[in-house]
């Protein structure tokens, strides 16, 4: 049983960066493929990045690409998110989960075994 814990969620102003954390316990990290999501008041959860078990391969939403930026300790056990040139769009509650490693990208919730409880970030203008 994989334990994810996420972290470094708040407010800042619309251009502002921030950088999630997400702490995986329980588990052989190193064999899950790493994804995060997030969730709008009143929207479906959404993919937003996910990077292979080695690190080596990512994949980012249309939404955030360019701006976010995924990666991965795998000594640490941790995955982050660093967040840059943050939009209004951007506020929600970020999850992040893990999937045993598929062969191929994966960006659907159902495909991902473990989530944490999620951290708020809100960007504002």
């Known amino acids: 049983q994989v334990q994810l814990v996420e972290s470094g969620g708040g407010s800042v102003q619309a251009g502002g960066s921030l950088r999630l954390s997400c702490a995986a316990s329980?588990?052989?990290?190193?064999?899950?493929?790493m994804g995060w999501f997030r969730q709008a008041p009143g929207k479906a959860r959404e993919f937003v990045a996910v990077?292979?078990?080695?690190?080596?391969?990512?994949y980012y939403a249309d939404s955030v690409k360019g701006r976010f930026i995924i990666s991965r300790d795998n000594v640490k056990n941790t995955v982050y998110l660093q967040m840059n040139s943050l939009k209004l769009d951007d506020t929600a509650v970020y999850y992040c989960?893990?999937?045993?490693?598929?062969?191929?990208?994966?960006?659907?919730?159902?495909?991902?075994?473990?989530w944490g409880k999620g951290t708020q970030v809100t960007v504002s203008s």
């Open positions: 989960a893990a999937a045993l490693t598929a062969s191929s990208i994966v960006t659907y919730t159902s495909q991902y075994d473990y």
């Open positions: 329980g588990g052989t990290f190193s064999r899950y493929d």
């Open positions: 990077i292979r078990w080695s690190g080596g391969n990512t």
